[in-house]
Nanobody, 123 residues
Framework: QVQLVESGGGLVQAGGSLMLSCAAS????????LGWFRQAPGKEREFVAT????????HYTDSVKGRFTISRDNAKNAAYLQMNSLKPEDTAVYYC????????????????WGQGTQVTVSS
């Protein structure tokens, strides 16, 4: 299993930006698909974005399209989620995850998860 650690969360006003980072270790980072998920209090964990090993394929949930960008740097064993034009409804704990599949939007396909980082957007 790959080990993942997220960072970059915090408190930001609506319309602002944050960049989340995910540091990976334990096995070759380029061999897995990556995803970002989020979970707000009392809600199910929600898919946000995913990317394949080369970065040639990405998918986003409709609510973040045009605002969020997922990327990865395999040489640094790192993944990122750039979040712009943040809205209060983006408030959640954000998780980085790795899957043995090429790419996936399904929570159950991911076998490694980070500890999560809190993102709070005020109005």
């Amino acid at each position: 299993q790959v080990q993942l650690v997220e960072s970059g969360g915090g408190l930001v006003q609506a319309g602002g930006s944050l960049m989340l980072s995910c540091a990976a270790s334990g096995r070759p980072f380029v061999t897995v698909g990556l995803g970002w998920f989020r979970q707000a209090p009392g809600k199910e964990r929600e898919f946000v974005a995913t990317i394949n090993w080369s970065g040639s394929i990405t998918h986003y949930t409709d609510s973040v399209k045009g605002r969020f960008t997922i990327s990865r740097d395999n040489a640094k064993n790192a993944a990122y989620l750039q979040m712009n034009s943040l809205k209060p409804e983006d408030t959640a704990v954000y998780y980085c995850a790795a899957t043995r599949r090429t790419i996936s939007t399904i929570t159950g396909d991911y076998n490694s998860w980070g500890q999560g980082t809190q993102v709070t957007v005020s109005s």
